[in-house]
């Protein structure tokens, strides 16, 4: 198959050519090392018994091979990560390794976090725009500008399409794949991370079932900031003797360390403007199709509204999906514009805006996610509310929807079609 360039390419040709090395940390199967072959020469896959042998046994022999080099599935071997940055420290030259890795190795695994010599990118599923489904016309860089320019484009896609984007998932490999297929593979892939990839982190569990009752429960709390004992109740509905809350965090823990578990953390800005702000995470799993799956709801079933969220979040299952499609894409092209994400949640919950992507200068972009194809004063009261306070810190404020054109309100504020946002 042609390959089809992702977002990661655009920051590996800015960075790898100066960087020394980068570390591509992300989910199994999202596609990190087809994009990384892309930009080397040499290729050590760790996830091989004999390579990985091998370099058990002398980790330096690695040195030899031919650069710029890409060590696959270094996690499995993570003596490699210390051989790694002291070439670098010998030899600080751009351009010289890639390393792949779907998990993250146990604190204390590495001798050294590489600070300083390693760098490091998050790859997440194919935005809507990687996927081919849709053509940018709103770019986050220039929102990020704060330039406030006109936004026009018209957009394609329906409700029904982005229903269908949520199930299909955004893993390269599931793309072809419908109906019971595609069902069967996005099972196949929950399952094998429960019952081979979380023991290969250290973590023994006695029961899959109940590990895959909380990612279920887990999966409810999309786009909400849902309590951990909460997803624990609603994982145990009706049971006196529940799990422990250690093993709930431990659960926790392993899924974040195999990057599929996606938080999208509090924001919290510097100085006194706001305050009494909510300091939980927005639930996300690395793939809002997983998150469907584990709930066992279907493309139909969506549109006819079934699902009810875990948490303080109100609205349909479908709405918490489409906020976390939503994100996904947003959080990609905010990387590539080296901004972070986060969202904005007052204590008492009386105001909240969705996504929050953040300048190294303090200054954001506040977006308010909404599965209409309209928006009315009522839908930007939040948004309205953070620019009283913030001031020229906030840059623009824009409404993410499934309606058919991008344009600027009377207010000032954007409104954009998912479909047309892109880096």
Known sequence: MEYRRRVLDDELDDLFTQVPAVAIDGPKGVGKTTTAEQHVEGL???????????????????????????????????EVWDVVRRAVDDDPSGGQFLLVGSASPAVGATAHSGAGRIGRLRMRPMTLSE?????????????????????????????????????ASGFPALRPLTGRARRFQLDSYLRNAVDRDVPEQGLAVRKP?????????????????????????????????????????????????????????????????????????????????????????????????????????????????????ATLCLRVSAQAAEASVGHLRT?????????????????????????????????????RWLADRLGDRLLDAVVVTTGPQAYRRPDGIGVVPLGLVGP
């Open 44 to 78: 050590l896959r760790l996830d091989s018994r004999s390579a990985r042998e091998a370099i058990e046994a002398e980790p330096e022999q690695l040195l030899r091979r031919h650069r710029p080099l890409l060590i696959d599935e270094w996690q499995k071997v993570p």
């Open 209 to 325: 079932e109940s590990m895959l009752l909380w990612l279920r429960a887990y999966a409810a709390a999309t786009s909400t900031t849902a309590s951990y004992s909460q997803i624990l109740d609603a994982a145990t509905p009706g049971q006196a003797d529940k799990p422990a809350r250690s093993t709930s965090i431990a659960y926790r823990e392993v899924l974040t360390q195999l990057w599929l578990i996606d938080p999208v953390p509090a924001w919290t800005p510097a100085g006194s403007v706001l305050t009494r702000l909510g300091q939980s995470p927005k639930h996300h799993l690395a793939d809002p199709a997983l998150a469907a799956r584990l709930l066992g709801l279907g493309k139909d079933a969506l549109l006819d509204g079934v699902g009810s969220p875990v948490g303080p979040q109100s609205g349909s299952m479908l709405g918490h999906l489409f906020e976390s499609l």
């Open 347 to 383: 204590r008492n919950g009386d105001h909240e805006v969705d996504l929050v992507l953040v300048r190294d200068d303090g200054r954001v972009v506040a977006v308010e996610v909404k599965l209409s194809s309209t928006v009315s004063d009522h839908d930007t009261r939040h948004l």
């Open 131 to 167: 996927r081919g489904v849709a053509s940018t016309s709103v770019s986050v860089p220039s929102l990020l500008t704060g330039r406030r320019e006109a936004l026009s484009g018209s957009c394609d896609l329906r409700l029904d399409d982005y229903v269908e984007e949520i199930v």
